[in-house]
């Protein structure tokens, strides 16, 4: 299924993650509102890490566990884009 | 008998471990372990999947108080528990928060708080010979191997390792960790290593560079930090400004020597690396920008068998075959020189692709299927492919059913589905072909994007 409704932040986002992560999917499948670890794209503790770098060189945003939404921020790729679209620096 | 102390030591008002910003006393540690003590339940094993690092001590110190052994599964993929369950009948449960495990009873560590602080504990003694610890790792045969630790070993590897990297216990150092402490390398790093020199440990798990920074920052001055790789290069490339630390423990993977030139440099430190394997623990330490020869820790020494190097320790009941290629350089020294071919290791998790193969080949509607550790590039983490003849299924699907069969860090990324596998004419899949497969494949997702 195609993304539609994804803002042009959440499509660079997306293809952030995929390259970074070295996923082999089409970027466009990832559903704005999907789980991004666990069930979802099944992402861990070590692509946080690696994500958390890839978003920090990107957008300046640099992500901390004690920041008390951290949870809601890698919830989905939406979530995870309204957090940069607050706290980037570039 | 012989023992050996629980604890290295410790003032009864020393610090023993620090929570957000608040010492725990040596004195608060013995009464809540003895607390805990009395409310463990009559079993011979326990599986501890307590999330902060002093709780998880708590749990340990109690357990060996009564005897009982510690097992660390190899990850919590449920299938993996169960079969470690199965052969572990004996067990229960021991959690801060988390759910158990289906099936064993549970004792929450947390209800121990709130002790009583009065009187004196008598810091207990441990027989050498208690078989204190069981980690896993994944054999060639599908099932977990177990890879028992007697008390002594833990002790004896904690204190030669610390003698080696100069600590003592008038050093008022803090020992601050990323790695997990249900793993070998963390548990003996990040718990015995401090304790067993009367040294305080930080509880908590830094993941991000800035969490690194700020849980340095939350202990006072002279810390050691224990970490990874991939730790450490996300630390430089943040160029995060760390406060002061002695020096930088690495292990888990080989850690390039321009990034620990960088990180001495940046973070004015001197950074050690630890090599060990689950069947011995930690053997030998280098500093790497001092070059690539590896130095055994004492009283650990080589034997030569017909095909392979062996290591001998008095606290080891029988000789253990070294796991990777090597050369010797002198009789304490020596150069390694790659992987024996069936164990991979990804981010410190150690895994044998036979067993891996087994695991996938196992699922329901895979006709054929192989994991490939493909060629090394830059990254300090390298994650599995896998090529699966599945028709009918799809990628996620075998994904999902896999990932309740094998810790997630095995996970292949990617899983390509293929319509057969490049077997020779004798059936065989070899790596060159598997490669040569990864490459169009890669060629064909290029050029989808």
């Known amino acids: ?90 | 008998m012989s023992t050996a102390s629980l604890l290295g030591p410790y003032h009864p008002d020393g610090t023993l471990a620090w929570t957000n910003g608040s010492p725990i006393t040596c004195h608060r540690f013995l009464s809540e372990v003895a607390t805990l003590v009395d409310r463990l339940p009559e079993k011979s094993t326990v599986i501890n999947l307590a999330e902060d690092r002093y709780r998880f001590f708590v749990g340990l110190a109690a357990a060996l108080v009564r005897g009982q052994t510690t097992l660390l599964p190899p990850g919590r993929a449920p299938k993996v528990l169960t079969q470690i369950v199965e052969d572990y009948d004996d067990s229960y449960c021991l959690i801060d928060g988390q759910a158990g495990v289906a099936g064993l009873p549970s004792v929450h560590i947390l209800s121990a708080y709130g002790s009583s602080e009065e009187g004196q504990h008598v810091v207990p003694q441990i027989p050498t010979n208690h078989t204190a610890v069981v980690a896993f790792t994944s054999g060639s045969t599908g099932t977990p191997r177990p890879n028992p630790k007697t008390w002594g070993s833990l002790v004896a590897v904690a204190r030669h390792t610390g003698d080696r990297l100069g600590l003592t216990p008038t050093e008022n150092v803090t020992v601050v960790a990323t790695v997990p402490h249900q793993h070998m390398f963390g548990l003996e790093t990040s718990l015995l290593l401090p304790t067993q020199f009367g040294l305080p440990f930080h509880t908590g798990r830094p993941l991000y560079p800035e969490d690194v920074r700020s849980t340095l920052g939350s202990v006072p001055p002279r810390r050691i930090l224990v970490t990874t790789p991939l730790h450490i290069k996300a630390c430089v490339t943040e160029r995060t400004r760390l406060p002061g630390i002695e020096f930088i423990l690495s292990a888990t993977a080989p850690l390039p020597m321009a990034l620990a030139q960088q990180a001495e440099t940046l973070f004015d430190t001197k950074v050690y690396e630890v090599y060990g394997f689950a069947e011995a623990g930690s053997v030998a330490t280098r500093r790497t920008v001092a070059g690539d020869i590896w130095q055994l820790l004492d009283r650990v020494s080589f034997s030569k068998e017909s095909d392979h190097y062996s290591l001998r320790a008095d606290y080891l009941p029988e000789p253990v075959p070294f796991p990777d290629h090597i050369s010797l350089k002198g009789s304490q020294a020596f150069v390694l020189h790659g992987r024996n071919a069936d164990l991979v290791n990804i981010a410190g998790h150690r895994g044998s692709l036979g067993d891996l193969n087994q695991k996938l080949n196992e699922i329901e509607g895979v006709r054929d299927g192989v994991f490939l550790f493909p060629e090394k590039d830059e990254d300090p983490v390298t994650r599995l492919m896998a090529f699966v003849v599945a028709p009918g299924k799809s990628a996620d699907q075998i994904l999902g059913d896999l990932r309740t069969v094998i810790d997630p860090v095995f996970l292949p990324r990617p899983l390509y589905l293929v319509p057969n596998l490049p077997r020779n004419e004798t059936g065989k899949l070899t790596r060159e072909s598997l490669l040569e497969l990864a490459r169009q494949l890669r060629c064909e997702d290029h050029r989808d994007i």
């Open chain 1, 1 to 90: 299924m195609a993304l539609t409704d994804a803002s042009p932040l959440e499509t660079e986002v997306a293809k952030l993650i995929v390259q970074t992560l070295n996923l082999k999917i089409d970027p466009a499948q990832i559903q704005p509102e999907q789980p991004l670890f666990g069930e979802g794209l099944g992402l861990d503790s070590i692509d946080a890490l690696e994500l958390s770098l890839a978003i920090s060189q990107s957008y300046g945003y640099q992500i901390r566990s004690d920041d008390p939404e951290i949870v809601a921020t890698f919830a989905s790729l939406r979530s995870l884009c309204k957090s940069i679209e607050k706290n980037r620096t570039k």
